[in-house]
């Protein structure tokens, strides 16, 4: 797929294009990967587990800053897993 | 000027850290730079800030970096200010405090000028993704600027601010870097903390500053690196260095590059390599595999930290509101991690992601560090059509690095039909040192 890289509004078909292409493009990838020889790796922390400390302490202005940021705020809480956002 | 002659000003009393304020506002606000769409946000108690720690350098207590202004990448979180990584869907968020490297330098009593444009999510090579317009390049404005730390590069280019922060996952400030003709330090991955930075791949991104020399990429490196128990993949330097050997690796890039680009690096290398005494034995790298294991990395972990943004805590949901190029990762990351029970995908990405680092070490075995351009080809114009292939495709140079975690920095090379060139060096884990010294030569 050609097009320039402004961005603009992804429409329900365009998805669908979107979908198609991607999951070709990552099959031709993977297609390439396949070929190579390479024993799985994983990663070890040497430094084991951290030193928590005290961390640090929020203050008012964290708390107002956080609950601004969020759509729905009820009593001081931010409603999250009520389906409040299917309100909009 | 570097950035310590500047300091030697501002220490004198030659310059006041108001005046530096004051000075960058000015050009900032001019309609020249305007257009090119650098800045998102600025930062409104910069002068008072700078008042105060005027205050402290006449008292002898400020700090190393006193009185210096600098441009923060708009995914890394600066207390009161907005940081939209560039997207409708973060557009009004306010980050409620400040990621570990604004706590460093602001210690330092550096000043925060503001938040810079950037491709949306750090999805892009080309600053053109980002949902409030491209950045354009100060070079040549009907350039793309590179990617996707955008406003980071074009604010330094444009000399609009002492040095700004960027973050790299495959190569987003080492190629705007190369497109804006300055110095981009990518550091080795957990040597600066990303706390605070809005992830796009946890295991590949790094932050790291955008400079005009590889000594103030040095200076700022210092101040930002360290462990920080908010970050458990960061940690300090080992104090042992590899034993030097004196020979240069240079890459051998032909099948992937612009023909002009080979030679000026080759040119180059060769000329620095006769100067300084330093043997230069061709290499290759794995770059035939080196898109696909970075993208399919990507995606899957772009689509794991992204499903924070549902619209229920802040912001909107991501998926209703974002432009293609992200679209495109969260749909392909889906499809990954669905397929993902045979192992198709991420479990052949992880493996050749193992032969990267294997690659990397054998070679590091013969050579002190290794030299290639920073990008294929020069900058496109904005809005030229691409294909998605040829816009990963600018990423083969820096997405080796990237995997295997290295430290890279990208310098100016010089000039292609008046565009600019970057060459890229790249060393062992944790030697930011002596790539900043070998780029030194190259400056």
């Given at each position: 797929m050609t097009s320039n890289s402004l961005w603009h509004e992804v429409t329900e078909e365009e998805k669908e294009e979107i979908k198609r292409d991607s999951k070709k493009l990552l099959n031709e990838f993977a297609s390439k990967l396949s070929k190579i020889k390479a024993p799985e790796g994983h990663f070890e922390?040497?430094?084991?587990?951290?030193?928590?400390?005290?961390g640090w302490n929020t203050d008012p202005e964290f708390r107002s800053i956080t609950l601004s940021n969020a759509p729905f705020v009820e009593d001081n809480s931010i409603v999250a897993e009520k389906g409040a956002w299917k309100k909009k | 000027m570097t950035l310590k002659q500047k300091l030697k000003q501002i220490q004198s009393g030659k310059l006041s850290a108001v005046q530096n304020v004051m000075n960058f506002s000015g050009k900032i606000a001019t309609p020249e730079t305007k257009d090119l769409?650098?800045?998102?946000?600025?930062?409104?108690n910069a002068i008072d800030q700078a008042k105060a720690i005027d205050k402290r350098i006449k008292e002898g207590?400020?700090?190393?970096?006193?009185?210096l202004c600098f441009a923060v990448k708009s995914n890394i979180s600066v207390r009161g200010?907005?940081?939209?990584?560039?997207s409708k869907t973060l557009e009004g968020y306010v980050s409620p405090y400040n990621a570990t490297v604004i706590n460093k330098l602001l210690a330092e009593d550096a000043i925060i000028l503001g938040m810079v444009n950037m491709d949306e999510f750090a999805c892009?090579?080309?600053?053109?993704?980002s949902a409030f317009e491209p950045t354009k390049n100060?070079?040549?404005?009907?350039?793309i600027p590179g990617g996707s730390s955008s406003g980071s590069s074009a604010a330094v280019a444009a000399e609009l601010c002492d040095f700004a922060l960027g973050s790299d996952t495959g190569g987003s400030i080492r190629n705007p870097a190369s497109h804006c003709g300055i110095t981009g330090l990518k550091p080795?991955?957990?040597?600066?903390?990303?706390?605070?930075l809005i992830d796009m791949t946890m295991s590949f991104d790094c932050i790291g500053p955008l400079v005009n020399s590889p000594e103030d990429a040095k200076l700022i490196f210092n101040i930002i690196k360290g462990q920080d128990?908010?970050?458990?993949t960061t940690k300090d330097a080992p104090k042992d260095a590899p034993k030097k050997k004196g020979v240069i690796g240079l890459v051998d890039v032909q099948d992937f590059c612009n023909k002009e680009i080979t030679e000026l690096i080759t040119k180059k290398t060769e000329e620095i390599a006769k100067k300084n005494n330093w043997k230069i034995k061709k290499i290759n790298l794995p770059l035939d595999i080196a898109i696909q294991t970075y993208y399919i990395i990507v995606y899957t972990e772009f689509f794991s930290a992204t499903r924070?943004?549902?619209?229920?805590?802040?912001?909107?949901k991501i998926e209703e509101t974002a432009g293609p190029e992200v679209v495109r990762r969260i749909i392909g990351g889906s499809e990954i991690t669905k397929a993902e029970h045979d192992g198709k995908y991420y479990r052949e990405a992880l493996k050749a992601r193992n032969f990267i680092k294997q690659q990397f070490e054998k070679i590091f075995q013969n050579v002190d560090a290794i030299i290639l351009p920073t990008v294929p080809r020069t900058p496109h114009k904005i809005g030229e059509s691409i294909s998605v292939e040829e816009m990963y495709a600018y990423d083969v140079f820096t997405t080796p690095a990237s995997i295997a975690g290295l430290p890279g920095i990208s310098v100016p090379a010089g000039k292609i039909d008046n565009k600019d060139v970057g060459l890229q060096i790249l060393a062992p884990h944790f030697q930011e040192e002596l790539i900043c010294k070998l780029a030194a030569d190259f400056k």
């Amino acid at each position: 797929m050609t097009s320039n890289s402004l961005w603009h509004e992804v429409t329900e078909e365009e998805k669908e294009e979107i979908k198609r292409d991607s999951k070709k493009l990552l099959n031709e990838f993977a297609s390439k990967l396949s070929k190579i020889k390479a024993p799985e790796g994983h990663f070890e922390n040497e430094s084991g587990t951290r030193e928590e400390g005290d961390g640090w302490n929020t203050d008012p202005e964290f708390r107002s800053i956080t609950l601004s940021n969020a759509p729905f705020v009820e009593d001081n809480s931010i409603v999250a897993e009520k389906g409040a956002w299917k309100k909009k | 000027m570097t950035l310590k002659q500047k300091l030697k000003q501002i220490q004198s009393g030659k310059l006041s850290a108001v005046q530096n304020v004051m000075n960058f506002s000015g050009k900032i606000a001019t309609p020249e730079t305007k257009d090119l769409n650098i800045f998102l946000e600025l930062n409104e108690n910069a002068i008072d800030q700078a008042k105060a720690i005027d205050k402290r350098i006449k008292e002898g207590t400020a700090g190393k970096l006193a009185g210096l202004c600098f441009a923060v990448k708009s995914n890394i979180s600066v207390r009161g200010l907005e940081t939209n990584c560039g997207s409708k869907t973060l557009e009004g968020y306010v980050s409620p405090y400040n990621a570990t490297v604004i706590n460093k330098l602001l210690a330092e009593d550096a000043i925060i000028l503001g938040m810079v444009n950037m491709d949306e999510f750090a999805c892009g090579a080309s600053g053109e993704t980002s949902a409030f317009e491209p950045t354009k390049n100060p070079r040549n404005p009907e350039l793309i600027p590179g990617g996707s730390s955008s406003g980071s590069s074009a604010a330094v280019a444009a000399e609009l601010c002492d040095f700004a922060l960027g973050s790299d996952t495959g190569g987003s400030i080492r190629n705007p870097a190369s497109h804006c003709g300055i110095t981009g330090l990518k550091p080795t991955y957990g040597a600066v903390s990303r706390y605070g930075l809005i992830d796009m791949t946890m295991s590949f991104d790094c932050i790291g500053p955008l400079v005009n020399s590889p000594e103030d990429a040095k200076l700022i490196f210092n101040i930002i690196k360290g462990q920080d128990n908010f970050d458990q993949t960061t940690k300090d330097a080992p104090k042992d260095a590899p034993k030097k050997k004196g020979v240069i690796g240079l890459v051998d890039v032909q099948d992937f590059c612009n023909k002009e680009i080979t030679e000026l690096i080759t040119k180059k290398t060769e000329e620095i390599a006769k100067k300084n005494n330093w043997k230069i034995k061709k290499i290759n790298l794995p770059l035939d595999i080196a898109i696909q294991t970075y993208y399919i990395i990507v995606y899957t972990e772009f689509f794991s930290a992204t499903r924070k943004f549902d619209g229920r805590r802040f912001g909107r949901k991501i998926e209703e509101t974002a432009g293609p190029e992200v679209v495109r990762r969260i749909i392909g990351g889906s499809e990954i991690t669905k397929a993902e029970h045979d192992g198709k995908y991420y479990r052949e990405a992880l493996k050749a992601r193992n032969f990267i680092k294997q690659q990397f070490e054998k070679i590091f075995q013969n050579v002190d560090a290794i030299i290639l351009p920073t990008v294929p080809r020069t900058p496109h114009k904005i809005g030229e059509s691409i294909s998605v292939e040829e816009m990963y495709a600018y990423d083969v140079f820096t997405t080796p690095a990237s995997i295997a975690g290295l430290p890279g920095i990208s310098v100016p090379a010089g000039k292609i039909d008046n565009k600019d060139v970057g060459l890229q060096i790249l060393a062992p884990h944790f030697q930011e040192e002596l790539i900043c010294k070998l780029a030194a030569d190259f400056k």
